[in-house]
């Protein structure tokens, strides 16, 4: 297993042991209520606006991300420029989140596991398309009352070996 996989984990199972216990149904309204942040997060991506893409995460300077090509932002600033930076590049971009897992492990901290796939185009590498898996940490802002992200990775997978070609 990967570190980066650890490390979430990790946190989760200590968030989890000392975290309140919600009623089965606080924690499904809660559930739902993630439920429709990872859609707006999706439809915010796929819009490559960066107003809109900062509605679903947190401003603080603890925010943190790592993206699927390996790049690592730390703080809200140093993120919204990477999506700024982002969208200038990009002419098209179709991410998919598939079969998202929502854990909510205190009555402010959640965490999403699933799938994706990405169909990008832009200035830098023309067309690529690939997939691979996300974590999201979902923190519940006491202001707003509004679960955002707290922590994000977004991971490729490796593209298969190609096999060798005949010899002659």
Sequence with gaps: MRWSMVLPWALAAALLACAPQLSQQDRAVEEQAI????????????SVKPDSMALVYEHSPVFSAAWPDGKRTSGWDEEEQAQ?????????????VQQPVIEILSPSVALTTFSHTIDVTDSLSGRALYSGRGTIVWVK???????????????????APQPAGRRR
Aim: hydrophobic residues 35%.
């Design 35 to 46: 439920q429709r942040q990872v859609q707006l997060w999706e439809q915010s991506l796929n």
């Design 84 to 96: 700024r930076d982002f969208a200038t590049r990009t002419t098209a971009f179709n991410f998919d």
């Design 141 to 159: 802002d006491p202001t707003e009352k509004v679960w955002k992200i707290h922590t994000l990775q977004v991971s490729r997978t490796p593209a």
